[in-house]
């Protein structure tokens, strides 16, 4: 069993930057995909960037692409998401999201199979 511990999450104002980490505790194979998402109250969770285990492709949802960027350290186990030219729609729940079985996995939630607690991100105008 994994454990993925996000953190970074916090308040900064509109144009400001943040990065967040996603460690992973446990079990993990040598390859697997991550990925970010986020999620506001009363809508569905999206994804909003993965980085593909096998070539270190990265996808980007359209509202973050230029803006946000997905790395990884192998070695350490932890997901990054650097996120500049923050905006007040940029406000969320973000979490990360691994998943070990093969196959493309992308920007689909119900492709991920284990999940962090979460952590805040509240942008201000």
């Known amino acids: 069993q994994v454990q993925l511990m996000e953190s970074g999450g916090g308040s900064v104002q509109a144009g400001g930057s943040l990065r967040l980490s996603c460690a992973a505790f446990g079990y993990t194979p040598v390859t697997y995909w991550m990925a970010w998402f986020r999620q506001t109250p009363g809508k569905e969770r999206e994804g909003i960037a993965a980085i593909n285990p096998n070539d270190g492709g990265t996808t980007y949802a359209d509202s973050v692409k230029g803006r946000f960027t997905i790395s990884r350290d192998v070695a350490k186990n932890t997901l990054y998401l650097q996120m500049n030219s923050l905006k007040p729609e940029d406000t969320a729940k973000y979490y990360c999201?691994?998943?070990?079985?093969?196959?493309?996995?992308?920007?689909?939630?119900?492709?991920?199979?284990?999940w962090g607690q979460g952590t805040q991100v509240t942008v201000s105008s």
């Open positions: 999201a691994a998943d070990f079985r093969g196959g493309w996995r992308g920007l689909e939630r119900d492709k991920y199979n284990y």
